[in-house]
């Protein structure tokens, strides 16, 4: 049971564009979500996180969208930079425990 | 500078044997966590500790074992009763707010059966 999805296993824009990246979960006892980025081999780095008692968070070039009705949040990067290539993980928590449930990634590319 | 420690970087291991994975962290963080990522696999947890003496079973715990005897260590034990245990194994702390702090992550153990 599969309870955070990224559906989309890759995605590939052109530097400059704006690159989104989905994600959708099931439990409604999630209440904070963050978004991850990676490269092989190496730790996981945080890049923006949201809790649920806001829609919408932004750092610089990223933008973190929730929409707790429809259970789904979105990473905007805008503009997409040719750095920005990586897996992007979302990843979610609540309740008393925190542990953090991942979703399986998406790797996107940022072509030149 | 604060963070997480994981060592040692590379890991081979023969079948049948017992090996430990070091995580230190000196960041005064509660809550510790080992993950395991596969290809395609995304991360998944293994065990948990909110607090030192204290841990729970994450999604794949089997043929794991851990330790929390003191706040900044968690090592991990993978046993001879892990049936595929060449993986990635990441270490992750978080303070109580973590809402405030987010969740720090280790740089990782590669570990190989051979």
């Known amino acids: 049971d599969q309870q955070v999805k990224q559906n989309s296993p890759s995605l590939s824009v052109q530097e400059g564009r704006i690159s989104i990246l989905n994600c959708d979960y099931t439990n409604s006892m999630f209440d904070y979500f963050l978004w991850y980025k990676k490269y092989p081999a190496e730790g996981p780095t945080f890049l923006i996180s949201i809790s649920s008692i806001k829609d919408k968070n932004e750092d610089g070039r990223f933008t973190v969208f929730l929409n707790k009705s429809a259970k789904h949040l979105s990473l905007h990067i805008v503009p997409s930079q040719p750095g920005d290539s990586a897996v992007y993980f979302c990843?979610?928590?609540?309740?008393?425990?925190?542990?953090?449930?991942f979703g399986k990634g998406t790797l996107l590319t940022v072509n030149p | 500078d604060g963070g997480i420690t994981q060592s040692p970087k590379y890991l081979f291991r023969k079948e049948g044997q017992n090996v430990t994975l070091s995580c230190e962290q000196n960041?005064?963080?509660?809550?510790m966590y080992w993950y395991r990522q596969d290809p395609g696999q995304g991360l998944r947890l293994i065990y948990y500790?909110?607090?030192?003496?204290?841990?729970q079973k994450g999604d794949i715990a089997e043929g794991y074992s851990v330790s929390r005897e003191k706040k900044e260590s968690f090592p991990l034990t993978v046993t001879s009763a892990q049936k595929n245990p060449t993986a990635f194994y990441l270490c992750a702390s978080t303070p109580s707010d973590r809402y405030l702090y987010g969740y720090t992550f280790g740089s990782g153990t590669r570990l190989t059966v051979v």
């Open positions: 990843a979610a928590s609540g309740g008393s425990n925190y542990k953090l449930t």
């Open positions: 500790s909110q607090i030192v003496n204290d841990f």
């Open positions: 960041l005064n963080h509660d809550a």
